[in-house]
C-alpha cells in the first residue's frame, strides 16, 4: 500500500477531499518525522510506538571484498506494533488461510 493508496482510503471513508487527506497524511508524516528527530517518542495507543535506538559502533565486513569495515555509533528509527493489532493481524491472515485451504469453520471460531 503506497501514501496515495492510504489518502484514497482515507478521503473515502470520511468524505474529505484527497487534497485535504493528502495534507493531513503529509502533517503527520513530518510530525512523527521532526519528533523522532528531537530524540522523542510517540505513542499511539492501540496502534503502537514510534523510537529511536541507538546501535552500538561494531566492526562488519564489507560483503564484496572481505575487508573489515568500522561502523560507527548511530541512530536508527523503529517502530513496534501494539499486542492488539498484532493479534488482530495474526488472527485475520490466519483465518484467510483457512479459507484458502477450504479448511475454514465459523462455528468453531473464537471471537
Do not use: W
Not at 492510504?6 to 477531499?17: E, F, K, N, P, W
Not at 523510537?51 to 566492526?59: A, H, L, N, W
Not at 575487508?67 to 488482530?88: A, N, T
Request: hydrophobic share 35%; net charge neutral.
Amino acid at each position: 500500500m503506497t501514501k496515495a493508496d492510504i489518502v484514497d482510503a482515507i478521503s473515502s471513508a470520511t468524505g474529505l477531499t484527497k487534497v485535504d487527506t493528502e495534507a493531513v497524511v503529509d502533517g503527520f508524516l513530518f510530525t512523527v518525522i521532526s519528533a523522532m528527530k528531537e530524540g522523542k517518542n510517540i505513542e499511539i495507543r492501540g496502534f503502537g510506538t514510534f523510537k529511536v535506538k541507538k546501535r552500538k559502533g561494531k566492526i562488519a565486513r564489507n560483503p564484496r571484498t572481505g575487508e573489515q569495515v568500522l561502523v560507527d555509533d548511530h541512530y536508527v528509527p523503529v517502530f513496534k506494533i501494539s499486542k492488539d493489532v498484532r493479534k488482530i493481524v495474526d488472527e485475520n491472515l490466519k483465518a484467510m488461510e483457512k479459507i484458502k485451504q477450504g479448511t475454514f469453520d465459523p462455528e468453531s471460531e473464537d471471537e
